[in-house]
């Protein structure tokens, strides 16, 4: 498998289920409020390098199914350095779809040999008071390209930050070496 090397900029993508808050925590993280009424998808923004903690600029990108075409997201999922797969913590079926839609059809668009972190993202855990992290372990195992996993709320900010932040480290310092098979021999 080749890994690819250091990019000069991170390119974030979220994905995810409608409804999940995908928008809404875009639009938090840079606004650093909720707003309850947000646009469909938010206007590809870019975060200068001085105020992002590994000082990189960086491009958070938002989809819509509803406005967009499947081979647009294959587009942006082509562009992308890392893939932000947003679930809902109170809504099952869009963490069971993680598994069985977003990972696979992140692979199939994902060229054969590269491959591109994931960072699993249940959000709105300002509505349960429980933890669903451990539901998430298995999906994790059975995707080794899932580089972290990180609950938080777009409506409290909790972890907002910290999932961009992780985002940026998974590209620029991940878990896995990145190295190439032809440096490697
Ligand atoms: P699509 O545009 O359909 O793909 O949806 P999306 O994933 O961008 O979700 P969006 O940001 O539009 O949020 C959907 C709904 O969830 C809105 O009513 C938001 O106000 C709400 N929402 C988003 N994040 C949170 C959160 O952390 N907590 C709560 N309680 N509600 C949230």
């Given at each position: 498998m080749v890994y690819e090397s250091l990019p000069r900029t991170v390119r974030i993508l979220l994905l995810g289920d409608p409804g999940v808050g995908k928008t809404s925590l875009i639009l938090s993280l840079v606004t650093e409020e909720f707003t309850e009424h947000v646009p469909p998808k938010a206007e590809e923004i870019t975060i200068p390098a001085d105020v992002t903690p590994e000082q990189v600029p960086t491009n958070i990108v938002d989809i819509c199914v509803a406005e967009q075409s499947l081979e647009q997201v294959a587009e942006e999922i082509e562009k992308a350095h890392v893939i932000c797969i947003v679930f809902s913590v109170e809504k099952q079926e869009t963490l069971s779809k993680i598994a069985t839609y977003?990972?696979?059809?992140?692979?199939?668009?994902c060229p054969d040999d590269i491959r591109k972190p994931v960072i699993l993202v249940g959000n709105k855990i300002d509505l349960i008071d429980y933890s669903v992290i451990d539901n998430i372990w298995d999906i994790a195992e059975e995707y080794p390209?899932?580089?972290?996993?990180?609950?938080?709320?777009?409506?409290t900010l909790t972890n907002v930050s910290e999932m961009f932040y992780n985002a940026q480290k998974a590209v620029l310092h991940p878990i896995s070496p990145i190295y190439s098979i032809e440096e490697q021999e």
């Open positions: 977003w990972l696979p059809f992140v692979r199939d668009n390209e899932v580089d972290r996993c990180i609950e938080c709320s777009a409506k």
